[in-house]
């Protein structure tokens, strides 16, 4: 059984119920900017790899041409989860555990069920042709001040405390989305899937955590990172 995301969405077994969340992280860059530290932050992890059953593996990043939408990216990863299993979900899932991500990027446009502007997270109405009728729960994801599991804490890596050299941007305090400029919001929709009895809420719910904390992680090393890929 493996867990499979076809552009953020994660079916993990069968079909029926679902928990549904719409995750929006704002970045202080552009959408230009953000495309180019999103494939840096690809290719760094792909290099950080591992196959102890954990960590992050890129299976495909390679150019790839659409008829309608021109030159784009196509994006493959795998996110092993092994080590983040509580106990009581060990019993009832593999021992190689992990979600898989591919997504066609066409920036601003992308053919998956994420989508960027620039803007503060303030489109409520971006998902509406995708899920209009779908009861869904938007959770804002702030690289400053949400926290982070302990065990991944950088101060280096912490928005709170770094400053760009290059941009100038950074030292992020709370409310810095309503002062910063500029500023982006990655819109992503996640649905989560799991059918087995008496698991379904729990493994669902789990499930959606690690999505949110692999969110808040990379995208605090991707701007933490920005003066190794901004510019010339």
Known sequence: ?????????????????????????????????????????I?????????RGEGVEVVQNEP???PNYGNGQLTE??????????????????RIFYVTEKAWNYYPYTITETKYEDNKGSNDSIF?????????????IDIACDEIPERYYKESED???????????GLLKEGW????QPIMCSYKLVTVKFEVWGLQTRVEQFVHKVVRDILLI???QAFAWVDEWYGP
């Open 1 to 41: 059984m493996a867990c499979c995301i076809s552009g953020c969405r994660l079916t993990l077994r069968g079909s029926g119920n679902m928990l549904l969340k719409e995750y929006r992280i704002c970045m202080p860059l552009t959408v230009e900017e953000y495309r180019i530290g999103q494939l840096y932050m």
């Open 159 to 169: 928005p709170k405390h770094f400053k760009s050299q290059k941009t100038g941007r």
């Open 218 to 220: 990379g995208h605090r």
């Open 177 to 180: 989305r309503d002062t910063q």
């Open 43 to 51: 290719s760094k992890h792909s290099h950080e790899q591992s196959d």
């Open 64 to 66: 790839y041409e659409d």
């Open 77 to 94: 990863k795998r996110v092993y989860l092994n080590s983040k299993l509580p106990s009581w979900a060990r019993a009832v899932v593999p």
């Open 128 to 140: 509406d042709k995708e899920a209009k009728d779908l009861e869904r729960e938007v959770c804002f």
